[in-house]
């Protein structure tokens, strides 16, 4: 995962063995060397072999060698960089063959994730790929404004995405909530801006050398100039309240007024020098400049911004924010960057080398495209919403639907996942993108007619599992919760309930931004729970097949989940009694009770094939609704699929 572009499976094995040693040849830099021994670590540990060759340098250049790596040069992290590699694998031994050593990197992905049990030990199977990315943009953004998240999870998680050809890291450093780098020109930005929570020089340029290390591009992202409330904090005369002297750091979510001034030229002084610095740190050619969600309130309540507006000739203030933009993106350029921004940013006038994040929409992804932007794709990749992974998969960057010119489609880059961080901390952050932007990642990389979304899971299953390598804690972090909400008591009934919930879609867990603070505590049931039962999942596959076919062998799983549900509110409520911060999820608790008996009773009839009458019927929508009711901020996840049993119970009459 992701899919490669061409895979033909050979006869005969690769046995893994502990002699199994790497060589290279061609132009193999340190960075190949570095990834080849992280590469056998990981084999050995996949393994339990004590593999004799501990680490590669220079002495293995040559021929020899169970895995040759074959590179032409060594690869620039840049956009446009050749990725492809090939790789074959047969009896005789493992060869790979890439333009640059990125290509290189992922073939040693593809090797790791083949890696089966034989009737001797672990082996490869005989194969040949040829493979090379769909788009050349894949990224994962993380908010570390609104819960700074230390680098320890960023190296974790720049593992993760090396694991699935990710490419591009979008580090959202600055927001109402904070401001996460360390300034040396205006120190007072972090110092007031970030509650002591951000990231050192010496720590950004230790990311930006990790990610490299993975063929991962790091682009910086200072969102203004609205989401400045922590700038402002800190230099509150760069404001556009006329006279304001101070500013908070703000501690809900959602949009707030704080703007930066964009008639004032301290303004450009202070932004130039803070992104000229950086731009040193954060060597890669695009810069982002957020620009999103300012509704201008504090621009038009300020009488010297409107008269500057009215003499510039603006008639609105996008064309005001078109006109800051335009002076930073002249700024960046002297830098040698490119400006990204979110999609508001395309307005008329806006420089051709400008690069647009859509989010809103595909429309401004097509028409940044047509108009001849660089662009790519958030919308329909936003993790923090809590869809299925399904849903992600879903979305691609350049459906057949779009018209547009072969010129045109080169300009979409490909897309993001992004991981906005209001309800997520260190502790969680890994369960919110992993493993369902491994899907995303499949979507950016692969051919678009890779689309069987059963498949799909089936192989993000397998994922999940080895993304644990990396130290995330995506699998970890659910139980560690659950035993802190137990208290010592055996959390099995607690995880079978979890497993069969989902936190409450989009923004909905969180009303108006306020019920939670950026202090609030985010280790309670919802944080427990994933965006994508497996549970759900297979019950309702099973379901299906049953509904379809009442000898079909699911049914007699449909009847024990149903029955584990039922008692399971038993066992738990005897924690719940003893845990106050279980209380929360009592009528969840006996919801699961009251809709797996319906469920019960609904299997039942159908097999029998008999039709309800009308007071069964009655009772059961009140338990189905009742059922659909939110407990610790989650919901039920297989209460659709029960419905659907019910409903199948009543025959529908069809006249003519
Ligand atoms: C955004 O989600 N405000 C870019």
Redesign the pocket.
Known sequence: MPVPQEVSLQSGTFALKKDFRISLSGEPDQRILQASTRFLRRLSNRTGLFLKQGYVTDTNFGKGGSLHIHVNRPGEVRLHEDESYTLDISRSGIRVEAETDLGAMHAMETILQLIESGESGYQLPGIEITDSPRFPWRGLMMDVARHFQPIEVIKRNIDGMAAVKMNVLHLHLTDDQGFRVESKSYPVLHQKGSDGQYFTQTELRTIVRYAADRGIRVVPEFDVPG?ASSWLAAMPELGSVEGKKSYEIERNAGIFDPTLDPTNEKTYEVLAAVFKEMAEIFTDEYFHI?G??NEGRHWDANKRIQAFKNEKGFKDNHALQNYFNTRLLTHLESYGKRMVG?DEILQPGLPKSAVI?S?RGIDALVNSAQQGYQTFL?NGF?IDLMHTAVNHYKTDPLPDSVSLTDEQRKLILGGEA?M?AELVIPHTVDSRIWPRTAAIAERLWSAQDVNDVEDMYRRLEIMSLQLEEHGLLHIASRDQILRKLAGGHDIAPLQTLNNITGPLQRYTRNPGGTMYQSYSPFTLWADAAVADSETARKFDSAVQAYLNDKNAKSGDYIKDQLLIWYENHEALSKIIRVSPMLKEIEGLSEQLMEVSELGMQAVYLFEKNETPDLNWLSEAEKVLKKARLQGGRTELMNVNTIEQIVRSLVKVETGN
């Open positions: 989401h957020g999103d969600e979110w994040q989010w958030s936003y992004t906005w």
